[in-house]
């Protein structure tokens, strides 16, 4: 059983900044994949990155090149560094673990003027 604890979101002008932060309960050295997924209102949970032991990352077409995905296994923390914030991403952001499978409850991001 793994819990997952998000932290970081609020509200931020577009072209802002984020840093959300995920807090696992177990050491995460032993996890393949952690990864942030997002869920706006009326669509679907969509990845948004992910980042395996050996730190190979993945990105949803969205946010690449804006987005950064990284992890600290000492500290049992996975982050995601959000810039140049647009209002489409705003959504409630899910931290999530491979196996044990597991999901956080979220993190409010809401990006508007």
């Known amino acids: 059983q793994v819990q997952l604890v998000e932290s970081g979101g609020g509200l931020v002008q577009p072209g802002g900044s984020l840093r959300l932060s995920c807090a696992a309960s177990?050491?995460?050295?032993?996890?393949?994949?952690m990864g942030w997924y997002r869920q706006a209102p009326g669509n679907q949970r969509e990845l948004v990155a992910r980042?395996?032991?050996?730190?190979?990352?993945n990105y949803a077409d969205s946010v690449q090149g804006r987005f950064t995905i990284s992890r600290d296994n000492a500290k049992n923390m996975v982050y995601l560094q959000m810039n140049s914030l647009k209002p489409e991403d705003t959504a409630v952001y899910y931290c999530?673990?491979?196996?044990?499978?597991?999901w956080g409850k979220g993190t409010q991001v809401t990006v508007s003027s």
């Open positions: 177990v050491k995460i050295f032993s996890i393949n994949t």
């Open positions: 980042i395996t032991r050996g730190l190979s990352t």
């Open positions: 999530s673990a491979d196996y044990p499978p597991a």
